[in-house]
């Protein structure tokens, strides 16, 4: 796909939802860290549950640290690799409390050096708090980028290489959610439902579902 018709893709995605956000409930950057780590391999839904019962109990890094690794893992029993997710969270919140005076720090670099956090988990930090102009690819955007055709690529990485140069520089900033959302609503895996489809003849699916 070309910058036109990748402007034009973005247009429409825009179009049918100006303001898109998360679907992850959080009310700060460490509430949004420790939800993103809590969502790899679950569903939002599911972690939006968990944490409606772990984020009044301990919002912030120091608090979540005090309640301790056990405690975590009980509320946070329901998610898959929970166990994993509790040490990874106990100890990037000591990192948070220690490194950065308890805050969520706004450069890649700090962000993949806590536990639990990869490029996909800082990607998505930086732009929903933050509000840089990053692309986080997860297996919805993976789908989307290679089926359409905005932005083949073999690996996670080289799709988001080249959703970053093709995205308007005035798209950017919400092109992670447009992808994400249309990945998970419209665009889905085992049936496209490209009849309902916004981007329809911009696509180069062969495959679509009439």
């Known amino acids: 796909m070309n910058k036109a018709q990748a402007a034009a893709f973005y247009a429409r995605l825009a179009a049918t939802n100006p303001?898109?956000?998360?679907?992850?409930?959080?009310?700060?950057?460490?509430?949004?860290?420790?939800?993103?780590i809590l969502s790899a391999q679950a569903t939002d839904v599911g972690v939006n549950k968990a944490t409606a019962r772990l984020f009044p109990?301990?919002?912030t890094p120091e608090a979540m640290l005090a309640l301790g690794e056990a405690a975590l893992a009980?509320?946070?029993?329901?998610i898959g690799l929970f166990r994993t997710k509790a040490r990874n969270i106990i100890a990037t919140c000591r990192l948070l409390v220690e490194r950065h005076g308890g805050a969520v720090p706004e450069e890649r670099a700090a962000l993949e050096?806590?536990?639990?956090?990869?490029?996909?988990?800082?990607?998505?930090?930086?732009?929903?708090?933050?509000?840089?102009?990053?692309?986080?690819?997860?297996t919805h955007i993976f789908r989307v980028g290679n089926r359409t055709g905005l932005a083949p690529g073999k690996t996670p990485l080289a799709v988001e290489q080249k959703l970053l140069k093709v995205t308007p520089a005035h798209f950017a900033k919400d092109a992670h959610h447009w992808l994400i959302l249309h990945g998970r609503y419209v665009c889905k895996a085992r049936q496209p439902e490209c009849g309902r489809c916004?981007?329809?003849?911009?696509?180069?699916?062969?495959?679509?579902?009439?």
Request: aromatic share 8%.
């Open 19 to 36: 303001a898109p956000t998360t679907e992850l409930a959080y009310a700060s950057p460490f509430q949004l860290l420790i939800a993103v």
């Open 113 to 138: 050096a806590l536990p639990g956090v990869g490029r996909k988990t800082a990607n998505v930090v930086l732009n929903t708090a933050f509000g840089l102009p990053t692309i986080a690819v997860d």
């Open 57 to 59: 109990v301990a919002p």
């Open 74 to 78: 009980d509320y946070i029993k329901t």
């Open 198 to 210: 916004v981007v329809a003849d911009l696509c180069h699916y062969k495959g679509k579902a009439a």
